[in-house]
């Protein structure tokens, strides 16, 4: 009997488990940026490199800097992040189709939807992840190369809005050990 799929992953989150952190933030950062880790913080930047994935660190959920309450600019000692979840983000690829359990990665961070930067309207763009060879000398009995996919977070639904774009629900989960 064959058993087909009914979504791209199963078993995780178990009733949407969001796994957040909290970290000292540099540089602007807006609300749904990539972040990655620098040292002891955080910064917004695409990662576009399969060995960039190593410094992934999540989703940024505030913005910095953020506004005291008298007004002025304060950079945040604490931005919180989440590091797994599902989101909803703006895809962007040079692809025509989108798939459920494909890879992703976030191409471009946002542009200033938040107060510090001024309103845009354009947020963090993410992109199909391509796949990347990975060297497996002795390590198939085969001798076939082994083909893992260069993204942070799987596909678990879409709406296409065109050729080249489409809003994403994306699985984040955290980071693992074969990322780098």
Known sequence: MAVTAK????????????????????????????????????????????????????????????????????TASALLYAVGGIFRVSGASGAAAWTLGQSVYPSATGSGVAAP???????ALWAQAAKQLIATAGVAPTGAAIIHASGIATIVNFVAKGANSAELDILLMPARPDYV
């Open 7 to 74: 979504a791209a992953v199963y078993g995780w989150p178990k009733t949407l488990d969001y796994q957040l952190q909290r970290a000292s933030a540099t540089a602007v950062i807006n609300v749904g940026d990539p972040l990655i880790y620098s040292g002891s913080f955080v910064l917004a930047a695409a990662i576009t490199a399969p060995e960039e994935k190593a410094s992934a660190a999540g989703l940024a959920l505030e913005s910095n800097p953020q506004y005291d309450s008298f007004g002025n600019v304060v």
């Open 117 to 123: 930067t001024g309103k845009t309207g354009i947020g």
